[in-house]
T-cell receptor
Framework: NAGVTQTPKFQVLKTGQSMTLQCAQD?????MYWYRQDPGMGLRLIYY???????DKGEVPNGYNVSRLNKREFSLRLESAAPSQTSVYFC???????????FGPGTRLTVL | TQLLEQSPQFLSIQEGENLTVYCNSS?????LQWYRQEPGEGPVLLVT?????EVKKLKRLTFQFGDARKDSSLHITAAQTGDTGLYLC?????????FGKGTRLHILP
């Protein structure tokens, strides 16, 4: 039982490059989330998926796209990376009975 | 727009002292949560409070939910160096969970 897994753990991109951050959960949760965390800013919601087949924008969706591939997997794509997207990205899934969110270990992304 | 305001942003105190951190909102949430985050890891849930006026205790940590369900506090009694970390409050709605900016707590030996 791995919980929430994220790949990669670290990534360095050049401005304009694209990449996809992968996330998977094995807890059979319907809801999944992508956050970014910057110093002094807490966790800001990028996109979320309340259930398989649905996605919605969060607080800071510009420059990102998401895909809810199936119930387990929720990916985040940067089509043309910008230095402002340098951050730590966390994926989470939510137990709708307890409302507890379970977080992955994060992806540290640097855009040069 | 952040809907949850946490204070203080930083707190550094000596081991053995007591402290309180606050989480205030202009919105009503169905529940408020407190998470703790260690460096290099994701946040981990400490407690969820649901009912206005509710008080929950977790060893030396006491969590309170305001009567109007808009604010919450976390009180730590006799802080220990192991309490050092980032404490985040979060408001849970039907679909989204919104986080405050966090209180970075440093307990000095």
């Amino acid at each position: 039982n791995a919980g929430v897994t994220q790949t990669p753990k670290f990534q360095v991109l050049k401005t304009g490059q694209s990449m996809t951050l992968q996330c998977a959960q094995d807890m059979n949760h319907n809801s999944m989330y992508w956050y970014r965390q910057d110093p002094g800013m807490g966790l800001r919601l990028i996109y979320y998926s309340a259930s398989e087949g649905t996605t919605d924008k969060g607080e800071v969706p510009n420059g990102y796209n998401v895909s809810r591939l199936n119930k387990r997997e929720f990916s985040l794509r940067l089509e043309s990376a910008a230095p402002s997207q340098t951050s730590v990205y966390f994926c989470a899934s939510r137990d709708r009975v307890t409302n507890e969110q379970f977080f992955g270990p994060g992806t540290r992304l640097t855009v040069l | 727009t952040q809907l949850l305001e946490q204070s203080p942003q930083f707190l550094s105190i000596q081991e053995g002292e007591n402290l309180t951190v606050y989480c205030n909102s202009s919105s009503v949430f169905s529940s408020l949560q407190w998470y703790r985050q260690e460096p290099g890891e994701g946040p981990v849930l400490l407690v969820t409070v649901v009912t206005g006026g509710e008080v929950k205790k977790l060893k030396r940590l006491t969590f309170q939910f305001g009567d109007a369900r808009k604010d919450s506090s976390l009180h730590i009694t006799a802080a220990q160096t192991g309490d050092t970390g980032l404490y985040l409050c979060a408001g849970a709605g039907d679909d989204k969970i919104i986080f405050g900016k966090g209180t970075r707590l440093h307990i000095l030996p």
